[in-house]
C-alpha cells in the first residue's frame, strides 16, 4: 500500500511539473530536441576541429569571437522586424539553414570555410533567438505567468544540454573521426526536427502582425537609455557563463590538486540544479523593484562562489573537491536568481508597444558577455590567481548592486508594475 502511494504520488509530481499549455509544450519539445544536439556537439566541437579538421585551438577562439562580432549588433534588426512577420515560420526555416550549416562542419577542410559556417550560424541563431523571446512576450501571458514560461524554457534548455553532453560521452570513449564525425551530423540533424516541431506551435490568437513602424519609432528602444545601461549591466553579470565554461574547467586541472573528473561533477550539479529550480527560482521577479534587488543577491551568490573557487587553490584534493562542490552550488544559486531576475527586467523595463525592439536590445547583453567575457575572465584567472578571483567576485556584486538605484529611477515611467 505504501509503495502504491508512493508511486501516485511521483505520478503527479511528474503531472504537475508538465506545462498545461499546449503552446509552452511545443516549444519546449522543440527546444528539448535542439538543445540535446547542442549538447552533442559542445561536448566534441574543440575536438572534433582541432584533430579533425586541424585547425589550432588558438584559430578556433579567434573564429568564435569574430562570429560573436557579427552576431552581436543582429538582435536589433531582428525585433525590429520581429512583430511584421510569422515568427514560427521565421524560426523554422532559420533553424533548418542552420542544421545544414551545423552538419556541413564535416565537409569543411580550410579555415576560411570554418569562418563562413560559423558566422552564418552565429547570425542564424541571433535572429532566432530574439524572434522566440518576442513569441514568448506574445504567448506567454503577462507578468509572473510570461517570466515562468521563459524560466519553464530555461529548464527544458539545460536538461536537453545535459542529455546531450551525457550521450556525446559514447564519441568520447570510441575517440575515432567517424564518431565526432556522426555526432557532428547528429546535431545538425536536431536542428531541423525542431523546426519541423516548432511549426506546430499552435496559434493563440495574442500575435500580431503590426504595420511598418513610423519612422520615428523604428529605433525607440535604442534611444532609452536607461534600458541599454540595464543591459550592460545584464552583459557583466552574464559572463558568469564563462566561469563555467572556460575558466572553472582550466582552473580545476591546472590550479588545484582536485581529480579531473571534479569537472564533471560540478556540471552535473549545475544542471540537475537548473533542470529542477528554474521555474521556483523565478516566482516574484515579474515585479522589476523585486528583480532588481534578487539580482543583487544573484551576485553576491556568485562573489561568494568566487572565493571558495579561490580557496581551492593550494587545498588538498578532497579538500579542493568539496571548496568546488559547494562554490558550484553557491554559484547555480546565483545563476538561477540572475537568470530569473534578468527575465523580468528584460520584459518588465521595456515598452509594451515595442517589446520586439526591447527584446533585440535585450539580447546584445548575452552575446557581449560572450564576446569580452572569455578573454579578461580567462586572464584574470590565468594571470592573478586568487586576487583575480576576488576581482570578479567584486565586479559581480557591484554590477548587480547597480541595478537597485537604476530600476528606481526608472519607477516614473510608462511601467504601471514597477512599484
Excluded at 9 to 29: C, D, F, G, H, Y
Aim: aromatic share 12%.
Amino acid at each position: 500500500m505504501a509503495a502504491l502511494l508512493s508511486n501516485l504520488n511521483l505520478r503527479e509530481r511528474i503531472r504537475k511539473a508538465l506545462p498545461t499549455s499546449q503552446v509552452l509544450k511545443v516549444m519546449s519539445i522543440s527546444t528539448f530536441i535542439n538543445t540535446f544536439g547542442n549538447g552533442l556537439f559542445f561536448t566534441v566541437e574543440i575536438i572534433f576541429l582541432t584533430r579533425s579538421v586541424g585547425l589550432t585551438p588558438h584559430q578556433v577562439g579567434f573564429g568564435f569571437t569574430l562570429a560573436a562580432l557579427c552576431a552581436f549588433p543582429m538582435s536589433v534588426p531582428a525585433g525590429q522586424i520581429a512583430h511584421r512577420i510569422n515568427i514560427r515560420k521565421f524560426v523554422a526555416i532559420s533553424q533548418t539553414i542552420q542544421g545544414i550549416a551545423a552538419a556541413s562542419f564535416i565537409f569543411i577542410h580550410s579555415y576560411s570555410a570554418f569562418l563562413m559556417l560559423t558566422i552564418s550560424v552565429e547570425i542564424l541563431v541571433s535572429f532566432t533567438q530574439t524572434f522566440r523571446m518576442v513569441l514568448i512576450n506574445q504567448v506567454g501571458g503577462a507578468g509572473e505567468e510570461r517570466v515562468s514560461f521563459r524560466a519553464y524554457q530555461r529548464a527544458v534548455t539545460n536538461l536537453g544540454i545535459g542529455m546531450g553532453t551525457a550521450f556525446a560521452g559514447i564519441a568520447l570513449i570510441i575517440d575515432t573521426h567517424a564518431s565526432y564525425a556522426t555526432i557532428v551530423v547528429l546535431n545538425g540533424i536536431t536542428f531541423i526536427i525542431a523546426a519541423l516541431v516548432f511549426l506546430k506551435v499552435p496559434y493563440t490568437g495574442s500575435e500580431k502582425i503590426d504595420e511598418e513602424p513610423r519612422v520615428d519609432d523604428r529605433f525607440i528602444a535604442l534611444k532609452d537609455k536607461k534600458y541599454i545601461s540595464a543591459m550592460l549591466l545584464n552583459a557583466i553579470y552574464s559572463s558568469h557563463f564563462i566561469i563555467q565554461g572556460v575558466a572553472l574547467p582550466l582552473w580545476i586541472i591546472r590550479y588545484t590538486k582536485a581529480p579531473h573528473w571534479t569537472i564533471s561533477v560540478v556540471f552535473l550539479i549545475n544542471t540537475i540544479a537548473c533542470v529542477l529550480f528554474s521555474v521556483r527560482a523565478s516566482k516574484g521577479t515579474s515585479n522589476v523593484v523585486v528583480a532588481s534587488k534578487v539580482f543583487f543577491k544573484a551576485g553576491l551568490f556568485v562573489a561568494a562562489a568566487c572565493v571558495l573557487y579561490a580557496l581551492a587553490q593550494g587545498a588538498s584534493a578532497w579538500a579542493a573537491c568539496g571548496l568546488l562542490f559547494v562554490g558550484m552550488g553557491l554559484h547555480t544559486v546565483g545563476e538561477l536568481l540572475g537568470s530569473a531576475a534578468g527575465w523580468g527586467l528584460g520584459f518588465g523595463l521595456a515598452d509594451e508597444r515595442y517589446q520586439g525592439q526591447y527584446q533585440g536590445i535585450w539580447q546584445m547583453s548575452w552575446s557581449l558577455g560572450g564576446i569580452a567575457g572569455p578573454a579578461l575572465i580567462t586572464a584574470a584567472v590565468v594571470d592573478l590567481h586568487k586576487v583575480g578571483w576576488l576581482i570578479l567576485g567584486a565586479v559581480f556584486t557591484v554590477s548587480t548592486f547597480l541595478f537597485i538605484p537604476l530600476v528606481k529611477s526608472m519607477k516614473n515611467r510608462h511601467h504601471s508594475h514597477l512599484a
